[in-house]
């Protein structure tokens, strides 16, 4: 089931914003009707304006993010799913982070995170990220690609793909 971690204020007033009818109680635990919160206060709800950036919106993101790798360090949830954030807004509150990867890095005591997408079709897990491409090529190292590939065929093995088929796309159109 699904846990939602934020400011149950805020998740009161996005729903009647957006007029839908949910419940809300604030546990970790299922309750049929209800959508279960972890509450993280927050000041954002004083400075909540939609559609805009402010520190307010940037720190409680943070904070979410935070709790939530809390949790799942300490195995009462099983995993993330993490909305888009403002890295703007994050890093107007003090948060000097390029995003999730970075910063879910960062709390987790790994140094040099992957990011990783998948889909029922296809998987891919990015060598860097967050780089503009003038700065991408002196981040690309033959470590850093043997790394990569041996991160994501371990994973995939994790989840049940026994001979995981692995391609690599190179900078050069031709590689």
């Known amino acids: ?4 971690i934020g400011d149950i204020k805020i998740l009161i007033k996005a729903s009647k914003f957006l007029k839908i ?55 009462d949830i099983v995993a993330i799913v993490t909305a888009p954030i403002s890295k703007f807004a994050m890093q107007s509150a003090g948060h000097l982070f390029n995003g999730h990867t970075d910063l879910l890095g960062k709390l987790t005591g790994v140094k040099e995170p992957f990011m990783f997408l998948t889909s029922k079709e296809l998987s891919a897990i ?12 002196k981040k690309i190292t033959k470590r ?24 690599v796309a190179g900078l050069n159109p031709h590689a």
Do not use: C, M, W
């Open 21 to 75: 009818d949910l419940k809300f109680h604030e546990s970790l635990k299922n309750k049929k009707g209800f959508v279960s919160v972890v509450h993280v206060k927050t000041s954002v709800e004083k400075k909540l304006l939609l559609g805009k950036n402010n520190p307010e919106s940037g720190d409680a993101s943070f904070q979410y993010i935070v709790r939530a790798v809390d949790l799942a360090l300490s195995k």
């Open 126 to 137: 990015h060598v860097t990220d967050h780089l503009s491409l003038q700065n991408v090529p």
């Open 144 to 167: 850093r690609i043997k790394e990569t590939i041996i991160t994501i065929n371990d994973h995939l093995k994790q989840i049940g793909i026994k001979n995981p088929k692995i391609a």
């Open 1 to 4: 089931y699904l846990v939602i």
